[in-house]
């Protein structure tokens, strides 16, 4: 090998994520909810006439491959772009581009914008006009839910699709292509434990750039056996996917994630920090603590003290921007947090109370002085507004045949002794 031949050195040093990126449709793995024979998206994408849309979903579900294999399908120009790195003035520059090849040549063009999330509104609102027009084909790519993150102009002018987590076979079926193809490794004597293949589909968490990252971590840094070949157990797995093997399955892990749900709800703070900790020690994604440590502030104690909801988002929020091991501590903090306070699932038996209501009641009406007056041709009158009385007025809210039905029962704990005695002075 010519040691000044550059493009061969650069080739090595191409992650093996990046190797095995499918190049057709044919080729793409997962999704198939999206790109199935006989799926709108596919047909756009096969027929060269994909409009406006959106792509979200988390990492490593193939979001940016298959922004690649329109590129490659489209008789159009394709930019791309990233929302972190550029600006009003990229986009303006694209929209100009964009109009000289239509006048000129008829060409369409498309703007693949990667993370659009981070875009503010000027720069979304920069590109309004040309998706309206037309102009350009705007295609932005994000890991948040853009329903929350994005604009409504924006959205209102694009299609959406979600993208899921890969399923366990799918994420097995890409490991395999990279053991047997010639772009992975198929030129390497592997020997690879069938348990090791179910730790690495496991720990990837249905993000397939992860898995093939632990493969490549594995092969390069597994010993040769003296024959030559590499073998691949459980441990490496484990090692190469950054984590310490403690000894945790898909069992013990669903295992592990219920007991410190559970030490929550019982307020034991000890066992609560024990168990976040080994299962972070254990590899598992702390976002999917942090997840939990939400559910069950709302859960578990609710209206007791609805700090704990803010203190748990506030954490992950904290988290998701900081990372490890940073994040660690306002997440341990949050989990204190909610295990100290008083507990109260009031709010989930007003759920169940409502539903209860809804289902065994027939439809009722609105009472006519509760009702939208913007939409009626008569007066109505009735209606007391509360304002008018010192903030609180005693009428009726709940339809006729449910309006002695009680919804929500506070309990004597925490915050809620408080609504209590509001309730009883009320009465």
Same mark, same amino acid.
């Given at each position: ?5 550059? !493009? ?5 040093? &191409? ?13 793409? +793995? ?9 799926? #709108? $998206? ?38 791309? *772009?990233?929302? &972190? !790195? ?8 694209? +929209? /100009? @581009?964009? #109009? ?19 875009? !503010? ?105 003296? =024959?030559?070949?590499?073998?691949? @157990? !459980? ?34 703070? =000890? ?13 598992? /994604?702390? #976002? ?20 704990? $909801? ?13 990372? *490890?091991?940073?994040? /660690? ?8 947090? &909610? ?20 289902? /065994? ?47 929500? +029962?506070? *309990? ?5 002794? @408080? ?9």
């Amino acid at each position: 090998m010519d040691l000044f031949d550059l !493009s061969e050195n650069a080739s090595r040093n &191409v992650p093996l994520a990046e190797k095995m990126r499918p190049k057709t449709l044919d080729e793409f +793995i997962g999704q198939e909810h999206l790109l199935g024979k006989n799926n #709108l $998206l596919r047909k756009a994408i096969e027929e060269d006439k994909l409009g406006s849309c959106i792509f979200y979903g988390p990492p490593g579900v193939g979001k940016t491959t298959l922004a690649n294999i329109i590129a490659s399908n489209t008789k159009g120009d394709f930019i791309k *772009l990233n929302a &972190v !790195s550029s600006g009003v003035g990229d986009a303006k520059k694209v +929209i /100009e @581009n964009a #109009l000289e090849q239509k006048k000129l040549f008829g060409k369409k063009t498309y703007l693949f914008l990667d993370e659009c999330h981070r875009w !503010s509104k000027a720069q979304s609102d920069c590109v309004l006009g040309a998706i309206e027009k037309g102009d350009i084909i705007f295609i932005g790519s994000t890991t948040e839910n853009p329903y929350v993150s994005m604009t409504k102009a924006i959205l209102s002018r694009c299609r959406i699709f979600e993208f899921k987590k890969l399923n366990r076979e799918d994420i097995k079926k890409a490991i395999i292509n990279a053991l047997n193809s010639e772009k992975g490794f198929k030129d390497y004597n592997i020997k690879i434990d069938a348990d090791a293949v179910d730790k690495l589909v496991w720990m990837s968490d249905g993000d397939v750039r992860k898995a093939l990252n632990g493969l490549e971590n594995a092969v390069l840094t597994a010993p040769l056996s003296k =024959d030559g070949s590499i073998n691949i @157990n !459980s441990d490496i797995i484990a090692e190469s996917m950054q984590a310490k093997n403690y000894a945790i399955d898909e069992s013990l892990y669903y295992d592990m994630l219920s007991a410190f749900c559970k030490s929550l709800r019982g307020s034991d703070s =000890d066992a609560a920090v024990y168990w976040s900790r080994r299962m972070i020690k254990a590899g598992i /994604e702390p #976002l999917i603590i942090a997840r939990r440590l939400i559910a069950h502030s709302a859960e578990d104690v609710g209206m007791a003290d609805p700090n704990a $909801l803010v203190m748990a988002v506030s954490a992950f929020t904290a988290l998701e921007k900081l990372g *490890l091991p940073e994040g /660690e501590i306002p997440l341990t903090t949050a989990i204190i947090y &909610v295990c100290e306070a008083p507990k109260s699932n009031s709010t989930v038996v007003a759920i169940a109370n409502a539903d209860r209501a809804v289902d /065994e009641c027939e439809n009722e009406s609105v009472p006519l002085y509760l009702c939208d007056q913007n939409y009626k041709s008569e007066k109505i009158s009735g209606y007391k507004y509360p304002h008018d009385f010192g903030g609180y007025v005693d009428q009726q809210y709940l339809p006729d045949g449910v309006k002695d039905r009680e919804i929500y +029962i506070p *309990l004597n704990n925490g915050f809620e002794k @408080n609504i209590i005695k509001k309730k009883s002075k009320n009465k």
